[in-house]
């Protein structure tokens, strides 16, 4: 079946460092790929996504990239802020019926001023 | 605009006692619906998703259940609540090919 895998962390960063989550993922076809990030106590919302190869999506400093090639969707972002602290999961959207998602396990980031 | 309300927030319930979650969503029509739940420091377990009124689709076996009695209404529930329960529930929706939104979540606590 399809599967996402994801670096598992914690990540800790120090504000203002580069970030890069890893996400590589195993699907039939050509799945539309997402991030979503999770703040404490909250539902997920939706970061990014892309919906073909090649594509970059981006949103609020972050990007990532669709790379049919490796099968990834990494996770970027210049210069970490302390509001990033959160959980990140990637994710892909099946084809089909019910077109379900499927989530990797989620990457703790805790950014220290 | 489309928004999806969960309730309620927070519950605190003993084992052996019933459950019922409501997640409703606003402003879309005919959306699928799905059920997670969130261990404490794990990731997402898809428990059930909806593709249409009375229209359940399981992914694990489990001693919960779900029903959609109306085309934006999805309950989950359980006849008896297992300390394995305790969890965060998330209801989430998307049209038909499109982006998956998620509710704020009820945290449920088995004692």
């Known amino acids: 079946g399809n599967s996402v895998t994801q670096m598992e962390g914690p990540v800790t960063l120090s504000e203002e460092a580069f970030l890069t989550i890893n996400c590589t993922y195993t699907?039939?076809?050509?799945?539309?790929l997402f991030w979503y990030v999770q703040y404490p106590g909250e539902g997920l919302q939706l970061l990014l996504k892309?919906?073909?190869?090649?594509d970059k999506g981006s949103n609020k400093g972050f990007e990532a990239t669709y790379r049919k090639e490796t099968t990834s969707f990494h996770l970027e972002k210049g210069s970490v802020q302390v509001s990033d602290s959160a959980v990140y999961f990637c994710?892909?959207?099946?084809?089909?019926?019910?077109?379900?998602?499927?989530f990797g396990p989620g990457t703790r980031l805790s950014v220290l001023p | 605009s489309q928004t999806i309300h969960q309730w309620p927030a927070t519950l605190v319930q003993p084992v052996g006692s019933p459950l019922s979650l409501e997640c409703t969503v606003e402003?879309?029509?005919?959306?699928?619906l799905y059920w997670y739940r969130q261990a404490a420091g794990r990731g997402l377990q898809l428990l059930f998703y909806?593709?249409?009124?009375?229209?359940i689709s399981s992914e694990v076996p489990q001693n919960l259940s779900a029903s959609r009695p109306q085309d934006r209404q999805f309950i989950l529930s359980s006849k008896k609540l297992l300390l394995s329960d305790s969890g965060f529930y998330l209801c989430?929706?998307?049209?038909?090919?499109?982006?998956?939104?998620f509710g704020p979540g009820t945290r449920l606590l088995v004692l």
């Open positions: 892309a919906t073909k190869a090649d």
């Open positions: 909806s593709v249409g009124i009375g229209q």
């Open positions: 989430a929706w998307s049209s038909r090919g499109k982006t998956q939104y």
């Open positions: 699907a039939t076809g050509y799945p539309s």
């Open positions: 402003g879309t029509s005919n959306p699928n």
């Open positions: 994710a892909l959207r099946e084809e089909g019926y019910g077109q379900n998602f499927v």
